[in-house]
């Protein structure tokens, strides 16, 4: 019971006591003594009224303030009631209090009274009761696909007190099946406030088979020649073989000069889908005048064309260089696209005196063959970058293959063109009259050396075959023996140029 009420309750039971007697007064009968007691009585009533009145005390509720959300307000209000009348407004609370931050603060609370001014010590609580946002971008359901990890689309927290928790987020993985889980994340921030967010994940298959072609994608039959399909084979990483599956579209009429295409289409049994198309060219055969094959009878007499083909490579090609340039002999390399070591062997070799011949910036013969236009701009491609390495314009060239290859059959008589239309552009390419068998059947450098000096004819010109790619280490073995030979057995060493007369094969397509 506080004070207040004390001094009310006290007020109304002398008030009670006081008409009480009163009464009791009222019922005597000599009125004269009467009147005195009642005026006594009043008398004594009014004065402790009075005083009771004056000392009251003011009543503040500090409930309130213990529990003040942090930065949502910049002022504290103190319900208080003093002589019936609310005194809210008059309450002066002392001290510092910072809004903005959690914590306690002592304060004072001062109210001016009747008898003075009235103070209260008090302690203000700022709070924070509020939970942190979490956000999941990208949704709470997620697909992963099969054949990749599970990548986060992002999860954030923002807290009202905090600011960005984001680094404090956990998350928790809960299986579920063979197919489903869940990420949890969690997240309480200074205060102790909680926020918990689910991410569902679905594994799911969305990688579609994968079609092979069988023969080439991209071919050339001749004008009333046949076609043959070969169909086609499909691969699910998932479901395995899926051949049979394969819807073949598409047809080609070899009666009918154009381009046909032929469509594979596979789907596995979620629905992904694969397509390949091969093209088929139905072109009537150009007529180019026989190519005859130069056996290097018309080149000079004894002389030893040494050529290099696949280069260069960084651990062969430097080791040739040093060996031709120790026995002071010139040869030819018929070089691949290059990187930047390769250049600066491009450019070595071109110094040191030697031929450099294009053998094509690719050597994939499905590529290559396909069409006359995309064998002339795999010359083209090297010759340009050959000029740029070393300022000299490359025109001697030789086939991957070479001339006599039938790699190439796919597209049929397409060797046949590229000879005529290779010297008619002003391109001489040279095929080989010795082959080292080094890229074949020559298993070692006895095996090379043998191959070559028994094929070495005096009464002609010799063109020898060998490579410097990079995992023929037998021919740094070879090389020397063959020079030796030679220089003992009286011929004579030269690189390829541009008046060698050509030493070619006679072409099989
Ligand atoms: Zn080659």
Same mark, same amino acid.
């Given at each position: 019971?506080?004070?207040?009420?004390?001094?009310?309750?006290?007020?109304?039971?002398?008030?009670?006591?006081? =008409?009480?007697?009163?009464?009791?007064? =009222?019922?005597?009968?000599?009125?004269?003594?009467?009147?005195?007691?009642? #005026?006594?009585?009043?008398?004594?009533?009014?004065?402790?009224?009075?005083?009771?009145?004056?000392?009251?005390?003011?009543?503040?509720?500090?409930?309130?303030?213990?529990?003040?959300?942090?930065?949502?307000?910049?002022?504290?209000?103190?319900?208080?009631?003093?002589?019936?009348?609310?005194?809210?407004?008059?309450?002066?609370?002392?001290?510092?209090?910072?809004?903005?931050?959690?914590?306690?603060?002592?304060?004072?609370?001062?109210?001016?009274?009747?008898?003075?001014?009235?103070?209260?010590?008090?302690?203000?609580?700022?709070?924070?009761?509020?939970?942190?946002?979490?956000? #999941?971008?990208?949704?709470?359901?997620?697909?992963?696909?099969?054949?990749?990890?599970?990548?986060?689309?992002?999860?954030?927290?923002?807290?009202?007190?905090?600011?960005?928790?984001?680094?404090?987020?956990?998350?928790?993985?809960?299986? *579920?099946?063979?197919?489903?889980?869940?990420?949890?994340?969690?997240?309480?921030?200074?205060?102790?406030?909680?926020?918990?967010?689910?991410?569902?994940?679905?594994?799911?298959?969305?990688?579609?088979?994968?079609?092979?072609?069988?023969?080439?994608?991209?071919?050339?039959?001749?004008?009333?020649?046949?076609?043959?399909?070969?169909?086609?084979?499909?691969?699910?990483?998932?479901?395995?073989?899926?051949?049979?599956? *394969?819807?073949?579209?598409?047809?080609?009429?070899?009666?009918?000069?154009?381009?046909?295409?032929?469509?594979?289409?596979?789907?596995?049994?979620?629905?992904?889908?694969?397509?390949?198309?091969?093209?088929?060219?139905?072109?009537?055969? =150009?007529?180019?005048?026989?190519?005859?094959?130069?056996?290097?009878?018309?080149?000079?007499?004894?002389?030893?064309?040494?050529?290099?083909?696949?280069?260069?490579?960084?651990?062969?090609?430097?080791?040739?260089?040093?060996?031709?340039?120790?026995?002071?002999?010139?040869?030819?390399?018929?070089?691949?696209?290059?990187?930047?070591?390769?250049?600066?062997?491009?450019?070595?070799?071109?110094?040191?005196?030697?031929?450099?011949?294009?053998?094509?910036?690719?050597?994939?013969?499905?590529?290559?063959?396909?069409?006359?236009?995309?064998?002339?701009?795999?010359?083209?491609?090297?010759?340009?970058?050959?000029?740029?390495?070393?300022?000299?314009?490359?025109? *001697?060239?030789?086939?991957?293959?070479?001339?006599?290859?039938?790699?190439?059959?796919?597209?049929?008589?397409?060797?046949?063109?590229?000879?005529?239309?290779?010297?008619?552009?002003?391109?001489?390419?040279?095929?080989?009259?010795?082959?080292?068998?080094?890229?074949?059947?020559?298993?070692?450098?006895?095996?090379?050396?043998?191959?070559?000096?028994?094929?070495?004819?005096?009464?002609?010109?010799?063109?020898? #075959?060998?490579?410097?790619?990079?995992?023929?280490?037998?021919?740094?073995?070879?090389?020397?023996?063959?020079?030796?030979?030679?220089?003992?057995?009286?011929?004579?060493?030269?690189?390829?140029?541009?008046?060698?007369?050509?030493?070619?094969?006679?072409?099989?397509?």
């Amino acid at each position: 019971m506080g004070i207040n009420n004390i001094i009310y309750l006290t007020e109304a039971i002398l008030l009670v006591i006081a =008409l009480i007697a009163l009464i009791i007064l =009222l019922k005597i009968k000599h009125k004269k003594i009467i009147w005195k007691y009642i #005026l006594v009585l009043l008398g004594i009533f009014l004065c402790i009224f009075s005083i009771t009145f004056i000392i009251e005390r003011p009543e503040i509720k500090t409930e309130q303030i213990n529990n003040i959300e942090v930065k949502t307000q910049n002022k504290i209000t103190v319900p208080a009631k003093y002589h019936f009348q609310d005194v809210t407004n008059n309450v002066k609370v002392i001290g510092n209090i910072d809004f903005n931050t959690t914590g306690d603060y002592d304060v004072s609370l001062e109210l001016d009274t009747w008898i003075g001014k009235y103070k209260k010590q008090a302690k203000i609580k700022i709070v924070d009761t509020t939970p942190p946002e979490l956000t #999941l971008e990208g949704g709470e359901e997620y697909n992963q696909s099969y054949a990749n990890g599970f990548e986060e689309p992002g999860v954030k927290s923002i807290d009202n007190y905090d600011s960005d928790i984001t680094d404090k987020i956990k998350t928790t993985k809960e299986e *579920i099946d063979e197919n489903h889980y869940n990420i949890k994340y969690e997240i309480e921030d200074s205060s102790g406030n909680k926020a918990e967010k689910i991410r569902k994940v679905t594994i799911i298959d969305n990688i579609p088979p994968v079609i092979d072609i069988k023969g080439f994608s991209n071919m050339t039959v001749v004008l009333g020649g046949t076609y043959e399909e070969k169909g086609a084979t499909a691969v699910d990483e998932k479901e395995g073989d899926l051949s049979d599956k *394969i819807v073949t579209e598409g047809s080609v009429d070899t009666s009918k000069e154009g381009t046909y295409k032929i469509t594979y289409k596979v789907s596995d049994s979620k629905g992904n889908e694969a397509v390949k198309e091969r093209i088929v060219n139905v072109k009537q055969q =150009l007529v180019y005048s026989e190519v005859e094959a130069h056996s290097g009878s018309e080149g000079q007499a004894g002389v030893i064309y040494l050529t290099f083909d696949d280069g260069p490579s960084t651990n062969i090609t430097p080791k040739i260089l040093d060996i031709l340039k120790e026995k002071n002999v010139k040869a030819t390399f018929f070089i691949l696209n290059y990187g930047e070591t390769g250049e600066e062997l491009v450019k070595r070799a071109y110094n040191e005196g030697h031929t450099i011949g294009i053998h094509g910036y690719s050597h994939d013969y499905k590529t290559i063959y396909t069409s006359e236009e995309a064998y002339l701009s795999n010359i083209t491609k090297l010759q340009d970058k050959i000029k740029e390495s070393t300022g000299y314009n490359a025109t *001697i060239t030789r086939f991957p293959g070479g001339s006599s290859n039938t790699v190439s059959s796919f597209n049929p008589g397409i060797m046949t063109r590229l000879c005529n239309i290779m010297v008619e552009r002003g391109y001489k390419y040279f095929d080989w009259n010795v082959d080292s068998g080094d890229a074949g059947g020559a298993r070692n450098a006895d095996k090379m050396v043998d191959n070559v000096t028994k094929s070495l004819s005096k009464s002609r010109a010799n063109v020898v #075959l060998m490579h410097d790619f990079s995992s023929n280490s037998k021919v740094l073995d070879a090389l020397p023996r063959i020079i030796d030979f030679g220089i003992e057995n009286g011929y004579r060493f030269s690189n390829i140029t541009e008046n060698t007369p050509m030493v070619t094969h006679r072409p099989n397509n």
